[in-house]
C-alpha cells in the first residue's frame, strides 16, 4: 500500500519561500508514474500545480511556474515543493499526489494527507 | 488552459434518490476526464477514471459517461456515506491539468 505524507512549515511570512517534502512508502518513487503537488485554498476547489517524473522531467501550472520548483530526491525516496514570494493568496492544504500514467490514461490513485500552509507575518 | 465548468454547485437530496453532475469541458477531451470524491477534511479520492471506468473497490452506484466536451457523473441510489464534494479533473492537453469547481452534495 502506497503512503504519502507531506512535511514542512505550517506558516510562512509573505514573500517568503513555501517549502514541502513529500515522503513515499510502500513504493518506490523511480516506478513510471508522476509525483503532483495540488492545492486547496480553505473553503475553495482543487489547483494543480505540478508535477515531476523520477527522471527529474517536469510539468508546472501556467500560472504558478515563474515561482515555482519541484524537485525529487530518489535516495530519500521523496519529492519536493518550493513555491517563492508567497502571499496570502497562497494559504491553502497542499496535497501530494501520484500520479498514474498508463498508456492515454491519467489520474490521482494515492494522495498525501494534506498540510495547512498559512502565509502570514 | 482548458475550463471545466460543473453544475449544479450544491445539491440537496434524500436517501436513495438518483443524484446527476455534470461537467462541461471549454474544449473537446475526448475521455480524459476524471472524478473524485472528497470528504471534509480529507484527501479528494479517485472514483472513475477516463469518463466511464470505475476504480477498484468503488461501490457501483458511482457511474461516470460522456466525451468530448460533456461529462456526466450519477450516484445511482444516494446513502448517507456519499455526503462529499465531487470534482471532476480534466488531463488532455497538459500541463495545467484543471478540476471542475466541485458540486457539495448534501443529504436532504
Known amino acids: 500500500q502506497v503512503q504519502l505524507q507531506e512535511s514542512g512549515p505550517g506558516l510562512v511570512k509573505p514573500s517568503g519561500t513555501l517549502s514541502l517534502t513529500c515522503a513515499v512508502s510502500g513504493g518506490s518513487i523511480s516506478s513510471s508514474n508522476w509525483w503532483s503537488w495540488v492545492r486547496q485554498p480553505p473553503g475553495k476547489g482543487l489547483e494543480w500545480i505540478g508535477e515531476i517524473y523520477h527522471s527529474g522531467s517536469t510539468n508546472y501550472n501556467p500560472s504558478l511556474k515563474s515561482r515555482v520548483t519541484i524537485s525529487v530526491d530518489k535516495s530519500k525516496n521523496q519529492f519536493s515543493l518550493k513555491l517563492s514570494s508567497v502571499t496570502a493568496a497562497d494559504t491553502a492544504v497542499y496535497y501530494c499526489?501520484?500520479?498514474?500514467?498508463?498508456?492515454?490514461?491519467?489520474?490521482?490513485?494515492?494522495w498525501g494527507q494534506g498540510t495547512l500552509v498559512t502565509v502570514s507575518s | 488552459d482548458i475550463q471545466m465548468t460543473q453544475s449544479p454547485s450544491s445539491l440537496s437530496a434524500s436517501v436513495g434518490d438518483r443524484v446527476t453532475i455534470t461537467c462541461q469541458a471549454s474544449?473537446?477531451?475526448?475521455?480524459?476526464l476524471n472524478w473524485y470524491q472528497q470528504k471534509p477534511g480529507k484527501a479528494p479520492k479517485l472514483l472513475i477514471y477516463d469518463a466511464s471506468n470505475l476504480e477498484t473497490g468503488v461501490p457501483s452506484r458511482f457511474s461516470g459517461s460522456g466525451s468530448g466536451t460533456d461529462f456526466t457523473f450519477t450516484i445511482s441510489s444516494l446513502q448517507p456515506e456519499d455526503i462529499a464534494t465531487y470534482y471532476c479533473?480534466?488531463?488532455?492537453?497538459?500541463?495545467?491539468?484543471?478540476f471542475g469547481g466541485g458540486t457539495k452534495v448534501e443529504i436532504k
Open positions: 479533473q480534466q488531463y488532455d492537453n497538459l500541463p495545467p491539468i484543471t
Open positions: 474544449q473537446d477531451i475526448s475521455n480524459y
Open positions: 499526489a501520484r500520479g498514474i500514467q498508463l498508456w492515454l490514461s491519467r489520474y490521482f490513485d494515492y
